[in-house]
């Protein structure tokens, strides 16, 4: 069972209207191209905004 906010505080799930995204730094590489995500992760991330689970709004 998720865990509820505490009482008084209220949690946010991203920002409505806003498309979810990681720092692109780590695709690319922080320290001259180094570092970065693999080629393979890098495919799965691409197919991510296609994706139903994805695009979904949990409600």
Same mark, same amino acid.
């Given at each position: 069972? /998720?865990? $509820?906010?505490?009482?008084?505080?209220?949690?946010? $799930?991203? +920002?409505?209207? %806003? !498309?979810a %995204? +990681?720092?692109? $730094?780590?695709? #690319?590489?922080?320290?001259? *191209?180094?570092?970065? %995500?693999?080629?393979? /992760? !890098? $495919?799965?991330?691409?197919?991510?905004p !296609?994706?139903?689970?994805? #695009? %979904? #709004?949990? *409600?």
């Amino acid at each position: 069972m /998720p865990k $509820r906010p505490a009482e008084g505080n209220e949690g946010i $799930r991203g +920002c409505p209207g %806003a !498309r979810a %995204a +990681c720092d692109p $730094r780590l695709l #690319t590489g922080v320290l001259f *191209g180094q570092l970065g %995500a693999m080629e393979e /992760p !890098r $495919r799965f991330y691409e197919e991510l905004p !296609r994706s139903e689970e994805f #695009t %979904a #709004t949990v *409600g």
